[in-house]
Protein backbone atom coordinates (compact mmCIF):
# COMPACT_ATOMS: atom_id res chain seq x y z
CA UNK A 1 0.00 0.00 0.00
CA UNK A 2 1.33 3.70 -0.80
CA UNK A 3 1.69 6.06 1.85
CA UNK A 4 1.31 9.32 1.58
CA UNK A 5 4.20 11.36 3.68
CA UNK A 6 4.43 14.89 4.59
CA UNK A 7 7.14 17.15 6.28
CA UNK A 8 6.46 19.17 8.65
CA UNK A 9 8.62 22.05 9.74
CA UNK A 10 7.64 23.84 13.07
CA UNK A 11 7.76 27.47 13.63
CA UNK A 12 7.15 29.38 16.45
CA UNK A 13 7.39 32.54 16.55
CA UNK A 14 8.33 33.35 20.51
CA UNK A 15 11.08 31.69 21.67
CA UNK A 16 12.83 32.20 25.47
CA UNK A 17 16.49 31.63 24.56
CA UNK A 18 16.79 33.33 21.04
CA UNK A 19 14.31 35.60 20.00
CA UNK A 20 12.67 34.64 16.48
CA UNK A 21 15.64 31.95 15.84
CA UNK A 22 13.86 30.75 13.35
CA UNK A 23 14.27 34.03 11.69
CA UNK A 24 17.91 34.52 11.91
CA UNK A 25 20.06 34.65 9.30
CA UNK A 26 23.06 32.19 8.79
CA UNK A 27 25.36 33.23 5.69
CA UNK A 28 22.46 35.37 4.93
CA UNK A 29 19.69 32.75 4.70
CA UNK A 30 16.37 32.67 7.37
CA UNK A 31 17.20 29.04 9.33
CA UNK A 32 14.20 27.47 8.69
CA UNK A 33 15.22 27.97 4.76
CA UNK A 34 17.28 25.07 5.43
CA UNK A 35 14.95 22.69 6.73
CA UNK A 36 12.99 23.58 4.16
CA UNK A 37 15.37 22.87 1.26
CA UNK A 38 16.64 19.73 3.15
CA UNK A 39 13.05 18.51 2.97
CA UNK A 40 12.10 19.61 -0.41
CA UNK A 41 15.37 18.31 -1.94
CA UNK A 42 15.10 14.72 -0.36
CA UNK A 43 12.17 14.07 -2.67
CA UNK A 44 10.60 11.62 -0.34
CA UNK A 45 7.49 14.01 0.41
CA UNK A 46 4.01 14.34 -1.58
CA UNK A 47 3.96 17.65 1.40
CA UNK A 48 6.18 20.06 2.71
CA UNK A 49 4.30 22.07 5.29
CA UNK A 50 5.56 25.34 7.76
CA UNK A 51 3.55 24.82 10.81
CA UNK A 52 3.40 28.14 12.74
CA UNK A 53 1.30 30.12 15.33
CA UNK A 54 2.42 33.53 13.28
CA UNK A 55 1.87 35.08 9.88
CA UNK A 56 5.24 36.08 8.69
CA UNK A 57 6.28 32.44 8.18
CA UNK A 58 3.47 32.47 5.52
CA UNK A 59 5.72 34.80 3.31
CA UNK A 60 8.92 32.25 3.35
CA UNK A 61 6.44 29.52 2.86
CA UNK A 62 5.50 31.18 -0.44
CA UNK A 63 8.42 32.16 -1.25
CA UNK A 64 9.80 28.93 -1.22
CA UNK A 65 6.55 26.47 -2.58
CA UNK A 66 5.89 25.00 0.30
CA UNK A 67 2.71 25.26 2.04
CA UNK A 68 1.62 27.13 4.96
CA UNK A 69 -0.33 25.82 8.26
CA UNK A 70 -1.50 28.36 10.93
CA UNK A 71 -1.65 26.47 13.71
CA UNK A 72 -4.08 27.40 16.95
CA UNK A 73 -3.13 30.16 18.80
CA UNK A 74 -2.71 28.32 22.23
CA UNK A 75 -0.23 25.99 20.19
CA UNK A 76 2.30 28.79 19.91
CA UNK A 77 3.39 29.10 23.79
CA UNK A 78 6.56 28.20 25.30
CA UNK A 79 4.39 25.31 27.32
CA UNK A 80 3.30 23.92 24.51
CA UNK A 81 3.73 20.24 23.99
CA UNK A 82 5.52 18.39 20.58
CA UNK A 83 2.50 16.05 21.19
CA UNK A 84 -0.44 18.57 21.04
CA UNK A 85 1.35 20.27 17.71
CA UNK A 86 1.17 16.63 16.33
CA UNK A 87 -2.15 16.18 16.94
CA UNK A 88 -3.53 18.88 15.77
CA UNK A 89 -1.04 18.47 12.78
CA UNK A 90 -2.88 14.98 12.09
CA UNK A 91 -6.34 16.31 12.48
CA UNK A 92 -6.23 18.99 10.66
CA UNK A 93 -4.38 16.90 7.64
CA UNK A 94 -6.64 13.87 7.54
CA UNK A 95 -4.32 12.54 4.22
CA UNK A 96 -1.16 12.28 5.72
CA UNK A 97 -0.10 8.55 6.78
CA UNK A 98 3.29 9.34 7.97
CA UNK A 99 3.86 12.67 9.58
CA UNK A 100 8.28 13.84 9.68
CA UNK A 101 9.14 16.73 11.69
CA UNK A 102 11.82 18.17 10.16
CA UNK A 103 13.48 20.65 13.09
CA UNK A 104 14.62 24.18 11.85
CA UNK A 105 17.13 24.39 14.31
CA UNK A 106 19.50 21.54 12.48
CA UNK A 107 20.60 23.79 9.68
CA UNK A 108 23.17 21.28 8.54
CA UNK A 109 20.59 18.17 7.97
CA UNK A 110 21.03 17.72 4.25
CA UNK A 111 18.60 16.42 1.69
CA UNK A 112 19.82 12.82 1.83
CA UNK A 113 20.33 12.02 5.36
CA UNK A 114 16.51 13.06 5.48
CA UNK A 115 16.37 10.59 2.75
CA UNK A 116 18.08 8.43 4.29
CA UNK A 117 16.00 8.56 7.84
CA UNK A 118 12.85 8.14 6.18
CA UNK A 119 13.93 5.02 4.45
CA UNK A 120 14.62 3.56 7.36
CA UNK A 121 11.78 4.30 9.11
CA UNK A 122 9.70 2.53 6.51
CA UNK A 123 12.30 -0.78 5.99
CA UNK A 124 12.44 -0.97 9.95
CA UNK A 125 8.13 -0.93 10.24
CA UNK A 126 8.75 1.88 12.76
CA UNK A 127 5.76 3.68 14.21
CA UNK A 128 7.95 6.56 15.77
CA UNK A 129 11.87 7.10 15.28
CA UNK A 130 13.85 10.13 17.19
CA UNK A 131 17.30 11.32 15.66
CA UNK A 132 20.27 10.66 18.00
CA UNK A 133 23.90 10.89 18.56
CA UNK A 134 26.26 7.85 18.47
CA UNK A 135 29.04 8.81 21.29
CA UNK A 136 31.81 6.48 22.85
CA UNK A 137 31.88 8.62 25.89
CA UNK A 138 32.39 7.92 29.95
CA UNK A 139 28.70 8.72 30.71
CA UNK A 140 27.19 9.00 34.15
CA UNK A 141 23.72 9.51 35.75
CA UNK A 142 23.46 11.49 38.94
CA UNK A 143 27.17 10.09 39.94
CA UNK A 144 26.87 6.63 38.81
CA UNK A 145 28.68 5.14 35.32
CA UNK A 146 26.57 4.37 32.83
CA UNK A 147 28.75 2.58 30.42
CA UNK A 148 32.06 2.07 32.30
CA UNK A 149 32.56 0.05 35.90
CA UNK A 150 34.82 2.78 38.55
CA UNK A 151 36.02 -0.62 39.95
CA UNK A 152 38.04 -1.88 36.64
CA UNK A 153 40.71 0.00 34.59
CA UNK A 154 39.95 3.37 32.87
CA UNK A 155 38.54 1.76 29.19
CA UNK A 156 39.75 2.84 25.66
CA UNK A 157 36.95 5.17 24.28
CA UNK A 158 36.74 3.19 21.15
CA UNK A 159 35.72 0.07 23.64
CA UNK A 160 33.06 1.43 25.07
CA UNK A 161 29.26 0.97 24.23
CA UNK A 162 28.27 3.95 22.93
CA UNK A 163 25.53 6.21 24.38
CA UNK A 164 22.39 7.62 21.88
CA UNK A 165 21.75 11.10 23.17
CA UNK A 166 18.53 13.08 21.49
CA UNK A 167 19.07 15.48 18.53
CA UNK A 168 16.36 15.82 17.34
CA UNK A 169 16.55 17.14 14.21
CA UNK A 170 14.26 14.64 12.55
CA UNK A 171 11.24 12.54 14.19
CA UNK A 172 8.52 10.27 12.56
CA UNK A 173 5.05 8.62 13.48
CA UNK A 174 2.76 6.97 11.51
CA UNK A 175 -1.01 8.62 11.69
CA UNK A 176 -2.40 5.37 13.21
CA UNK A 177 -0.31 4.16 16.12
CA UNK A 178 0.24 8.22 16.79
CA UNK A 179 -3.70 9.15 17.35
CA UNK A 180 -4.26 5.69 19.36
CA UNK A 181 -1.47 6.28 21.74
CA UNK A 182 -2.68 9.98 22.18
CA UNK A 183 -6.42 9.50 23.13
CA UNK A 184 -5.29 6.92 24.90
CA UNK A 185 -2.63 8.47 26.94
CA UNK A 186 -2.47 11.75 26.23
CA UNK A 187 0.74 11.67 24.23
CA UNK A 188 2.62 9.83 21.59
CA UNK A 189 5.97 10.35 20.68
CA UNK A 190 7.04 7.17 21.63
CA UNK A 191 3.59 5.34 19.61
CA UNK A 192 4.18 1.11 18.71
CA UNK A 193 7.54 0.03 17.82
CA UNK A 194 10.06 2.95 18.28
CA UNK A 195 13.39 3.38 16.84
CA UNK A 196 16.30 5.89 16.52
CA UNK A 197 18.58 7.37 13.78
CA UNK A 198 22.24 7.72 14.19
CA UNK A 199 23.08 11.33 11.95
CA UNK A 200 26.08 13.17 11.72
CA UNK A 201 28.05 15.50 13.82
CA UNK A 202 27.13 18.38 11.62
CA UNK A 203 23.88 17.95 11.69
CA UNK A 204 23.79 17.61 16.05
CA UNK A 205 24.28 21.24 15.76
CA UNK A 206 21.03 22.42 16.76
CA UNK A 207 20.65 26.05 17.28
CA UNK A 208 19.38 27.30 20.57
CA UNK A 209 20.98 30.26 21.52
CA UNK A 210 23.37 32.94 20.17
CA UNK A 211 26.06 31.09 20.77
CA UNK A 212 24.93 28.46 18.65
CA UNK A 213 24.29 30.62 15.81
CA UNK A 214 27.45 32.56 15.88
CA UNK A 215 29.20 29.12 15.30
CA UNK A 216 26.55 27.97 13.01
CA UNK A 217 26.82 31.48 10.91
CA UNK A 218 31.11 30.98 11.06
Known amino acids: MSLTLHAMIPARYGSTRLKVKNLCLIAGEPMISYAINAA ?33 NELGSSNTKSDEVIYDYFLSHQEADVL ?8 FQTSQEVSDIVNYFLKEDLDSLITVEEKQVHCSY ?5 NYQMDEPFAQTQDLQPINPFVYSMM ?6 FLESYKKN ?7 KFGVYPVNKLTGLIIKNATDLMMADY
Open 186 to 192: GHGLFCG
Open 142 to 146: RGEPV
Open 100 to 107: AWVNPISP
Open 40 to 72: LGSKVFSSVCVNSDHAIFADIASRMNVEFYRRP
Open 172 to 177: MWRRQS
